[in-house]
Antibody, heavy 126, light 105 residues
Framework: EVQLVESGGGLVQPGGSLRLFCAASGFTFSNYWMSWVRQAPGKGLEWVAN????????YYVDSVKGRFTISRDNAKNSLYLQINSLRAEDTAVYYC???????????????????WGKGTTVTVSS | EIVLTQSPATLSLSPGERATLSCRASQSISRYVAWYQQKPGQAPRLLIY???NRATGIPARFSGSGSGTDFTLTISSLEPEDFAVYFC???????FGQGTRLEIK
């Protein structure tokens, strides 16, 4: 069974740090781009960052650039998100997600998210 | 920056009715759009990608259309399990729309 399991969330003070983990199983992790997507309480989805299969390319939403770092360890089938300088607006459920469906249009090498974890909750509060 | 705007914010319909959800992009994004369904307390589920391709296991009552800046998700005949929140996502910068809540009338 294809599965993503997040951990590492918690309550942290503004300015603090956390490292989120995502354990992948049931598929060849090293063959897929992976993403982190977050959802603030009662709000919509916000894509946060993603990373290429071999870790050589990483992309971030503007609001987290310089504060968040995505990484992966293919030998451990694991995805990480280091989050620093936390702000109240970073409070959210953070989902680990697999970009597993390739676009069939053919012009760009895009993938769509097809597998999601259940999420881990980050709460930033004093 | 490409922004996606979904409408309506809330759609109230009855089971068996047809639902039409809209997603408009601030600039052309070809057909690089996906639709996701999210139920309370659950992770999203991929329904449609490349604007009109159904994902694996998605019932035929779900269909997508559009290109350029205007996209539509249609549910031909609502089942009780279809009442949820729906998000569109454009693939060029991964941004999501703000969502449409489909509720039972």
């Amino acid at each position: 069974e294809v599965q993503l399991v997040e951990s590492g969330g918690g309550l942290v003070q503004p300015g603090g740090s956390l490292r989120l983990f995502c354990a992948a199983s049931g598929f060849t992790f090293s063959n897929y781009w992976m993403s982190w997507v977050r959802q603030a309480p009662g709000k919509g989805l916000e894509w946060v960052a993603n990373i290429k299969e071999d870790g050589s390319e990483k992309y971030y939403v503007d609001s987290v650039k310089g504060r968040f770092t995505i990484s992966r360890d293919n030998a451990k089938n694991s995805l990480y998100l280091q989050i620093n300088s936390l702000r109240a607006e970073d409070t959210a459920v953070y989902y680990c997600a697999r970009e597993g469906v390739p676009s069939a249009i053919g012009f760009y090498n895009y993938y769509y998210i097809d597998v999601w974890g259940k999420g881990t909750t980050v709460t930033v509060s004093s | 920056e490409i922004v996606l705007t979904q409408s309506p914010a809330t759609l109230s319909l009855s089971p068996g009715e047809r639902a039409t959800l809209s997603c408009r992009a601030s600039q052309s994004i070809s057909r690089y759009v996906a639709w996701y369904q999210q139920k309370p307390g659950q992770a999203p589920r991929l329904l449609i990608y490349d604007a009109s391709n159904r994902a694996t296991g998605i019932p035929a009552r779900f269909s997508g259309s559009g290109s350029g800046t205007d996209f539509t998700l249609t549910i031909s005949s609502l089942e009780p399990e279809d009442f949820a929140v729906y998000f569109c996502q454009q693939r060029s910068n991964w941004a999501f729309g703000q969502g449409t809540r489909l509720e039972i009338k």
